[in-house]
């Protein structure tokens, strides 16, 4: 099946500072990726659709210049969330929309637990 | 607004009970349902429902859609404790990026 691989599995940075992650499709070319937030005991939280070589379609309530996405190229995404606060600490992760017969499907990575102090 | 809701939110059972889990949902197209297990990190895809009446089946675990009434449910029977974790209800309209838009998600704890 199709892989999604998502890095740092955790990060802890200091407030003020801005953290990527990234967000790559190894066995297939993900023209789209999903950026989720999950709290705590809660579902997950759509926050942006990455778009291969266009700009990035957030929701409703998310800043974008808060939460920079870029998705330069068919297999990999990146979430770089600048100038950190501890309101950002979350879980936060990707899914990319698989291929073929499976392009109904979205497959996660394995997720990024980011805290700031 | 469109929205997915799943119930119980959280369910306490024995090992080797059967359990049903339930999303239902309101959007303007709708195109699937699929339901995911999340454990620890990442959701694991189980079954995608298009169409109704069709059980979807895999194992112990099983599903099928209504589209007339607008809920699909989660069947898991004989449960054992490698089934406890959160279940998720997704689903995805017709148009667009085709997100999927996710419910609260049922989290199921299976005790010995």
């Known amino acids: 099946g199709a892989v999604v691989s998502q890095h740092p599995s955790r990060v802890i940075c200091k407030s003020g500072t801005s953290v990527k992650i990234e967000c790559r499709s190894l066995?297939?070319?993900?023209?789209?990726m999903f950026w989720y937030r999950q709290f705590p005991k809660k579902s997950l939280m759509l926050m942006a659709t990455?778009?291969?070589?266009?700009?990035?379609?957030?929701e409703q309530g998310v800043e974008k210049d808060k939460f920079l996405i870029n998705h330069a190229s068919l297999t990999l995404s990146t979430l770089t969330v600048t100038s950190a606060h501890p309101e950002d600490s979350s879980f936060y992760i990707c899914?990319?929309?698989?291929?073929?017969?499976?392009?109904?499907?979205?497959?996660f990575g394995s997720g990024t637990q980011l805290s700031v102090l | 607004e469109d929205k997915v809701v799943q119930s119980p939110l959280s369910l306490v059972v024995h090992e080797g009970d059967t359990v049903t889990l339930n999303c239902s949902y309101e959007?303007?197209?709708?195109?699937?349902l699929l339901w995911y297990k999340q454990e620890k990190k990442a959701p694991t895809f189980l079954f995608m429902l298009t169409s109704s009446g069709i059980e979807k089946k895999s194992g112990r675990l099983s599903s099928i859609l209504d589209k007339k009434e607008l809920f699909s449910i989660l069947n898991i029977t004989a449960t054992q404790t490698g089934d406890s974790a959160i279940y998720l209800c997704?689903?995805?309209?017709?148009?667009?990026?085709?997100?999927?838009?996710f419910g609260q998600g049922t989290r199921l704890t299976i005790n010995p």
């Open positions: 997704a689903v995805v309209e017709w148009g667009g990026a085709q997100k999927l838009v």
């Open positions: 959007v303007t197209n709708f195109r699937s």
């Open positions: 899914s990319a929309r698989g291929s073929g017969r499976d392009n109904e499907k979205l497959f």
């Open positions: 990455s778009n291969e070589g266009s700009k990035a379609t957030y």
């Open positions: 066995d297939f070319q993900a023209t789209t």
